[in-house]
């Protein structure tokens, strides 16, 4: 009888474990609108990145904000208020730590409120530089980006109804452990350095901004995904509607002319992106 049982236990196992290990390489990112995605690593992992949920164009924003219960990491490239967003509120909700330059990081404490004992040496770093987080899981390298950076301090906040410096404005790497190697431009121009971010690991998903005027626009755009190289490239910080916006597909076209090689994935405020690994994906 225990011999029998353990041999249906056996079986039972041995065909859970390939669902277990596929549900172990998945990654889900959903937009958020702006600059701003959600990231969930295959370990069940909550990172943001320019977390501004309650933006214009993400009708779901208060109602997600609201049901955030876990966030363990915050990520910021720049102090404008379209990124910084809804840090703040995110960490006091979920003790998340933030991930940014030293600069930056003490202009949200001291400006926009962040709470101070999320905000360490652990999890600041610089242009050029990587952390490594999460027990191993996460590694993320700060990026150069060419852009501006300062903060509006919240009310009752010092320097109130005034503009403070927030350092220098980054792009991010982030490489998750059984999942992709994630590119996010931040705010950005067009630079040819852009290609030697493949030092860290050959990008599998870019989110990289389109929208003109503030930062680059489709066709510059397109150019970096040349120089880059992704598998997949998600366009961000423009303003979106139901229907394909004449920026995205712009940016479509010129994707192709300047690369065939990137797939363009245009998602919508709210859609998620299930990524999974496979066997032949490229990590360093």
């Given at each position: 009888?225990?011999?029998?049982?353990?041999?249906?236990?056996t079986?039972?196992f041995?065909?859970?474990?390939?669902?277990?290990?596929?549900?172990?390489?998945?990654?889900d990112?959903?937009?958020?609108?702006?600059?701003?995605?959600?990231?969930?690593?295959?370990?069940?992992?909550?990172?943001?990145?320019?977390?501004?949920?309650?933006?214009?164009?993400?009708?779901?924003g208060?109602?997600?904000?609201?049901?955030?219960?876990?966030?363990?990491?915050?990520?910021?490239?720049?102090?404008?208020?379209?990124?910084?967003?809804?840090?703040?509120?995110?960490?006091?909700?979920?003790?998340?730590?933030?991930?940014?330059?030293?600069?930056?990081?003490?202009?949200?404490?001291?400006?926009?409120?962040?709470?101070?004992?999320?905000?360490?040496?652990?999890?600041?770093?610089?242009?050029?530089?990587?952390?490594?987080?999460?027990?191993?899981?996460?590694?993320?390298?700060?990026?150069?980006?060419?852009?501006?950076?300062?903060?509006?301090?919240?009310?009752?906040?010092?320097?109130?109804?005034?503009?403070?410096?927030?350092?220098?404005?980054?792009?991010?790497?982030?490489?998750?452990?059984?999942?992709?190697?994630?590119?996010?431009?931040?705010?950005?121009?067009?630079?040819?350095?852009?290609?030697?971010?493949?030092?860290?690991?050959?990008?599998?998903?870019?989110?990289?901004?389109?929208?003109?005027?503030?930062?680059?626009g489709?066709?510059?755009?397109?150019?970096?995904?040349?120089?880059?190289?992704?598998?997949?490239?998600?366009?961000?910080?423009?303003?979106?509607?139901?229907?394909?916006?004449?920026?995205?597909?712009?940016?479509r076209?010129?994707?192709?002319?300047?690369?065939?090689?990137?797939?363009?994935?245009?998602?919508?405020?709210?859609?998620?992106?299930?990524?999974?690994?496979?066997?032949?994906?490229?990590?360093?």
């Amino acid at each position: 009888m225990l011999h029998r049982m353990f041999i249906l236990i056996t079986a039972f196992f041995s065909l859970l474990m390939p669902v277990m290990a596929q549900a172990s390489n998945r990654t889900d990112i959903t937009w958020l609108g702006q600059s701003g995605f959600r990231v969930i690593t295959p370990t069940g992992r909550v990172l943001f990145i320019d977390p501004w949920l309650l933006n214009s164009v993400y009708p779901k924003g208060r109602e997600v904000m609201e049901s955030v219960n876990r966030a363990d990491l915050i990520l910021v490239t720049h102090g404008h208020g379209d990124h910084v967003g809804n840090a703040t509120a995110i960490a006091r909700k979920t003790g998340a730590k933030l991930v940014a330059t030293q600069e930056l990081g003490r202009a949200m404490i001291s400006h926009a409120g962040f709470p101070e004992k999320q905000f360490s040496l652990e999890t600041s770093g610089n242009i050029g530089g990587e952390i490594t987080l999460l027990d191993g899981e996460v590694k993320i390298a700060f990026v150069p980006a060419f852009h501006s950076s300062s903060i509006e301090p919240v009310d009752g906040m010092p320097g109130s109804g005034q503009l403070v410096y927030a350092g220098t404005p980054s792009g991010f790497v982030i490489n998750i452990r059984n999942g992709p190697i994630i590119y996010h431009t931040g705010d950005t121009d067009l630079f040819g350095d852009m290609e030697l971010v493949r030092d860290f690991g050959q990008i599998d998903i870019m989110m990289l901004c389109i929208g003109d005027k503030f930062t680059m626009g489709p066709r510059r755009a397109a150019k970096a995904v040349r120089l880059v190289e992704p598998a997949m490239a998600i366009p961000m910080h423009y303003s979106p509607v139901p229907a394909w916006t004449a920026a995205s597909e712009a940016f479509r076209q010129e994707v192709k002319k300047a690369s065939g090689k990137s797939q363009v994935n245009v998602m919508q405020p709210g859609d998620t992106l299930n990524w999974e690994r496979k066997p032949s994906s490229r990590k360093r």
